[in-house]
């Protein structure tokens, strides 16, 4: 399994789905495979739509979830156009159950153009907050031809968010699943390219191939050699050195070394690591492997890793049957506890973990991996040692790993001078050829050529960066849905876009928020520092909604609301709210089974409009919800003495309530 | 380097959602006073599982708690006949599931307990003491013991009535309040219940017994007569006594002492004629000549045969509100008969049983707060609707059937009968019917409904002791107030028709909020989803089947005896929890005649059950909903005895989607027809639907008017199921249905779908937009369950 497998699996997920958008409870994997089995022409119907947008005479074509763009002033609509006006073009199937007749509505700035089997189905340009709504379109049971138009005002931010309704179903966003096109050859170019762009990054080529940019992964780190000897052991730094693939497939570590030295050169460099020290790990207490089996199964570890013992690898997970010999005593816990401390950009996640939980999970670990090799407990060879420094600093370790006083003088081509048709040779080279210095990646065919595409392209999308597609390149990375719509309890990733303030979003993944939204899981949320503001906008942008929450101010009659709303959340007269969510201090009264997020804390958390739609129709969003439908099929209220039953007003009452925060008055 | 994006921004995202609503008027009602009166001072007992400080883990599991005056309160166990504990200064807290809402607890005394008798029998046989010879410690003790016949409320008097032996024994709990502070008292009246004062006549007990009194651990105790009254005066430690004193005790009744119990015993042949008393004290020694001074006054026992005092003259005078909701084809609408939600007492109105008076113009309904309430006015204008309070403190009836007009409710307790003895319009004597029904500590050993059969026999059913939280059965662990698996956990009942004979019909149930009972005898239920039970199912009571939730208790052997249910409804969108069943009787509601009704808590709906044949007692049935709105869920119904149109109660605690917290409204059928599906049956081919209505051909016939969805569930241990595809139970969610054509019958008035690749499934749903041959629109969606596929051979099923 030398094959990357990992970086293979997004790209063929990107190359024959054309995205990263799945059905909740359809495993990624699976299709992904299954596809991959049926070799690269087999694509039939993916989900989602073709996007084409082309602003300065340049065509950009992607598959996205939905009809949704955010463009603040001044940036491009994707990383693959410049800045300034645009036009773009959703083209694909939409599908209704039954024939039935449907109105989209949408917020635009721009102008937008709805057509449904070839009819105009709505017309709207800069809607400000108010819905455009179109005319009744009668779709098709099945497939419809479906094509959205638009164009960018000329200055000033963009913005299309789409909607629709018919007689069963209130105001929702399109449903991912009843969204699908059909690749064309157009998007299968587009997404190799996008895919090399991916890899570039991932594998950090510019780090020796200076590229100036402003996509966030070009300054991507690598574990810093500071002080790495009191972390590492050496004879698994050798290893690791001389043949990374062979310790993990996919790695983006390339083996830099290669003839009949390396197995030495490896050694000499391991050792010369070795003798980098820094803080000791403490000793610390013993971990207790019963409990910390039960922490890596609460935890869902195996979302990213297999179960210790299985010899079962998915493409996804990263083995740790290697953790004795890799780690030093005590190393792994301290590891466990911060795994950002010594690589800013690392994948694993901080599960904020005590001291006790991260020794219980590393004895779990280390007595399900293999033995650690016996330890050289001799003094290095200096010589040895110092030949170690010299080929660190000579073989381009230190373009990626972080070292001081060691001038790295390792040199290679800026990527501006590597003409597209030399993209054949060096990293590139489908059989490197003996004594080049190259770094060996084992890329696949199709990787290569994904690379080759981006190389041919005029790569200036490095100079440009969005929010939203820096959270598809990264929800793919980090594996959130390995997480997000497989375990109970989790919500499911497709929801989770355009549900969330991008500042709270942010801030949790960041690890900040103090308060277990799910407070009743065994499970954790844990901290991306790294990836958090970028995750968090692009969970916003990527849904059409801006990347800093806009101005929700309070309308004038906000505490007349509230109090309704007060009433609203009571059982006495009003939804029940509290016997499932719990409202500050005060707990839920009647949790069955489904207890609710603590509404002290959904003002922070919510968009507005997510919001209005959830409490409107929450099973129209998840249908596993178990919260009640209240409202009627035309969406007012069964309570007609609080705000004459108005539905939307009602729904505000109890935005106004939640807008309170802590300082909710305590319901009836 | 993260791309921040901080440009200005308009408003864009908080736009407010447009959407055409229409704007109900206001109603008159005005919000309501925010504190219901869940304990109430001027009704004297509140039945529930109550809890006394001590002895330790004292709990009368049918407990009453009744106010004795000054202040004072008394614990008496209804199954044991125990009075556990007498206590001052305040009467029960109202933690619990129809009080505060809480889940996992009961309420426990308040105040400052003066005696108290722990867990076992409160009446024994001489020389047998008070041995506890149920298997489990649950439910009425040994009938020929004693046994509990019920209670009069006279005022704020309660008169409890229960056997001891072959002897009919009437016990007044009382206090007097003295300088030496409250003393409790028990006055007795034996024999026979009699009209006019409250002379006996001449009784003679035949078989001796005992009545514990007290307990008193770790004392000596002094017996003799203190100032002339036999006594029994127990001292610990410290300077606290118990005094336990008798007054007017004829021949042969003594005080005794056994250890640190105090007894009363009633020799065989005593001659009774006046009622006679035992006191109760406990205080500082120096006060015990006060205490005896309280115990020489003569007993008195009020003459409550003759109906006592309305504790609730004042009525609820309401209007109610006619076509609050229509059927799309006209053919049916809710009138909504308006609930006194707003009341004089503030008492919380929660329907769970209804039923109707044999003149139709007045129903009665029960809640689960405790309360009987009787509405008059039912008639075509619903213009004057009458409520007035009937009885009060009855322990969670969520069932209620008149029979001969005399009212029974089904509780925590088992069957209540209740005796207007003045014709006052308030219940005066509060009979136990049949109280065989086992009941712990749990606060969700829910009883649910109560229905008869045309041979009189009741029905009802009892929910397993869920745990807080919803997941599993009884861990006491856990919480005391999760009560523990008893044997009648999760079954279903039948009480002959005195009341005398209790079985248990069927098991396997988890929350069976709702049965239905044809008059041949013939019983379904519904059940919630949670453990064991992955959906909402419709069942069909044959008296063999074991249905399918498992417990400690559950008999061995029974498991493999499960049967599924003849339809199962999803909760995300039919049902997530069920109500009550109910055939339709009636000549007078449509073309429904003979069918059955399925009720809806957790979704608010009423639906018609299309059941399919097949064979052997075998069936398989579908679903259609009426689309109706109602006031609150839709929990119990009852055709009306002279209207024949069909009437429906219901509440909402949790996990409803009823916004108000009860309801009652009557479903009216118009006389316009009705345009809808009203047979479904699975065919080798597909399904065929039948209608009421001969349908528009060309619209029955464009598959593109037709869709169907199908998905399997998973029966376990965990709270419901996910819905699992039918091809790969790991993959959520529901497949879409391949209708490869539609074919109109000739008469009409049914289609043929043809679904490629028919199979057996737990559920497949089935949705049209059609017209009938007049044009009206039919737009419906069915569920259905899809056992075996009739006319195909088994093999390929």
Known sequence: MNTPLRSLGSLVSRVLLGNRWHLEGLAVGMVVWGMLAQGLGAAEQSMGLVRTITAGGVTDVSVTPNVWLFVPTGQPPTPFVPAGPFTARWEGSISADLRGDFTFQALAQGSLKVSVNGATALEAKDTGPTLAIGQSVRLNKGSNSFRVEFTAPAMGEAMVRLFWTNRETPLSTLPLAQLSHEPTEALRRSTSMHEGRDLLLEFRCARCHEAPGKVPELSMDAPSFKGIGSRRQVAWMAAWIQDPQAHRPGTPMPAMLSGDTAAADAASMAAYLGSLKGEEPSAGQTGNLETGKALFEKLHCVACHPTPGSTELKPHQVSQKAVNAKFTPGALAAFLQKPEQHFRWIRMPNFKLTAAEAADLAAYLGSAADPAPAVDAGKPDPAKVEQGRKLVAATGCLNCHALDGVKNEFTAKPLAQLASTSWTSGCLAEKPSAGSKAPRYTLTAPQRAALQAFGASDRSSLDRSTAADFLERQSVHLNCRECHGQFEGFPAWDHLVGKLKPEWAARFIRGEVAVKPRSWGEYRMPAFPAYAQGLGEGLSTLAGLPPVTAPDPAPADTATLAEAGRKLAGANGGFGCVSCHSIGEFGATQVFEAPGINLATSFDRLQPDYFRRWLRAPTTIDPASKMPVYFDEEGRSPLPEILGGDGPKTIQAVWEYLRLKEAMAKPE | ?797
Not at chain 2, 24 to 40: I, T
Not at chain 2, 605 to 618: E, H, I, T
């Open chain 2, 1 to 797: 380097m993260i791309p921040t994006m901080m440009t200005p921004l308009r408003t864009l995202a908080s736009a407010a959602l447009a959407s055409g609503l229409l704007v109900l008027s206001a109603s008159a009602a005005q919000p309501k006073a925010s504190s219901f009166r869940m304990l109430q001072d001027d009704f004297p007992f509140q039945s529930a599982c109550i809890g006394a400080d001590f002895p330790s883990n004292n709990v009368a599991l049918k407990g009453y708690a009744i106010r004795v005056g000054n202040d004072a309160t008394v614990l008496f166990d209804s199954d044991t006949l125990r009075m556990a504990a007498g206590w001052t200064g305040g009467f029960i807290n109202t933690r619990g599931v129809v009080f505060d809402g809480n889940h996992g607890q009961h309420p426990q005394m308040v105040g400052e307990q003066k005696f108290g008798v722990g867990n076992g029998p409160g009446v024994g046989i001489p020389g047998k003491g008070f041995a506890d010879t149920r298997p489990e410690p649950f439910g009425p003790i040994d009938k020929s013991v004693a046994h509990w016949k019920g209670l009069y409320v006279d005022g704020m008097d309660t008169i409890l009535t229960y056997t001891a032996g072959s002897t009919m024994v009437h016990e007044k709990p009382g206090s007097l309040a003295g300088p030496a502070g409250v003393a409790f008292t028990r006055t007795f009246r034996l024999g026979p219940p009699k009209p006019g004062a409250s002379s006996i006549g001449r009784h003679t007990v035949k078989e001796a017994f005992t009545i514990l009194l007290a307990e008193v651990p770790d004392a000596r105790v002094q017996v003799g007569l203190q100032a002339g009254l036999p006594a029994l005066v127990f001292s610990g430690s410290g300077d606290r006594v118990t005094v336990v004193a008798g007054t007017a005790l004829p021949k042969g009744v003594e005080l005794k002492v056994d250890g640190s119990r105090a007894f009363l015993l009633v020799g065989s042949g005593v001659k009774a004629t006046e009622p006679f008393k035992v006191t109760i004290w406990s205080g500082p020694a120096t006060s015990t000549s006060g205490a005896i001074d309280l115990a020489k006054a003569a007993p008195s026992m009020p003459d409550f045969m003759k109906g006592g005092p309305r504790h609730w003259p004042e009525t609820v005078n309401l209007k109610g509100r006619l076509a609050t909701s229509t059927t799309p084809d006209g053919a049916y609408v809710t009138d909504s008969i308006t609930a006194p939600e707003d009341n004089p007492w503030k008492r919380r109105v929660r329907f769970g049983g209804m039923d109707f008076f044999s003149d139709g113009k007045r129903a009665a309904l029960c809640t689960h707060d405790g309360d009987i309430w009787i509405v008059s006015g039912i008639d075509d204008k619903l213009e004057n609707l009458v409520w007035s309070r009937f009885a009060s403190g009855l322990y969670e009836p969520l069932g209620l059937v008149i029979v001969k007009d005399q009212i029974y409710t089904s509780g925590r307790d088992g069957i209540t009968r209740f005796v207007d003895l003045n014709k006052d319009g308030e219940a005066d004597y509060y009979e136990n019917f049949n109280n065989d029904v086992m009941s712990t500590r749990g606060f969700h050993e829910f009883v649910f409904d109560l229905q008869r059969d045309d041979a009189g026999n009741f029905y009802f059913a009892k929910a397993n002791p869920v745990n807080g939280g919803g997941r599993g059965f009884g861990d006491e662990k856990a919480s005391r107030g999760n009560g523990v698996v008893c044997s009648h956990a999760g079954c279903l009942f039948r009480v002959s028709p005195d009341g005398r004979k209790f079985e248990v019909v069927a098991r396997g149930f988890r929350a069976p909020n709702g049965i239905g009972v044809r008059g041949d005898g013939q019983v379904t239920t519904g059940d919630n989803e949670g453990t064991w039970v992955p959906t909402s199912p419709l069942n069909w009571v044959d008296g063999k089947a074991f249905h399918g939730v498992i417990n400690s208790k559950t008999p061995a052997g029974m498991p493999e005896k499960y049967t599924p249910p003849i339809m199962w409804m999803s909760h995300s969108d039919f049902c997530n929890s069920n109500g009550g069943q109910i055939w339709v009787t009636s000549s007078k509601w449509g073309p429904f005649r003979n069918e059955l009704l399925y009720e809806s808590y957790g979704k608010s709906s009423l639906f018609l059950v299309m059941r399919q044949d097949l064979g052997d007692g075998r069936q398989q049935a579908a679903a259609v909903r009426f689309p109706l709105k109602f006031t609150s869920s839709v929990m119990r119904a009852r055709f009306h005895p002279q209207d024949g149109q069909l009437y429906v109660a219901g509440l909402s605690e949790w996990q409803s989607n009823a916004a108000r917290i009860t309801g009652f409204d009557r479903v009216r059928y118009t006389g316009k027809p009705v345009y809808g599906v009203n047979a479904v049956k699975v065919v080798p081919e597909g399904v065929e639907l039948h209608f009421t209505h001969a349908l528009d051909k060309a619209s029955a016939e464009d598959v593109q008017n037709w869709s169907g969805k199908r998905w399997n569930y998973i029966r376990s241990e965990n709270y419901g199921s996910p819905e699992v595809w039918v091809s790969d139970a790991a993959k959520k969610g529901r497949e879409s249905l391949d209708i490869t054509g539609a074919k109109l019958g000739k008469d009409g008035r049914s289609v043929i779908l043809k679904i490629e690749g028919l199979r057996p499934v737990n559920q497949q749903s089935l949705k049209w937009d059609i017209k009938a041959a007049d044009g009206t629109p039919i737009s419906q969606e069915i569920q259905q369950t899809i056992h075996e596929i009739p006319g195909r051979p088994l093999s390929m099923n």
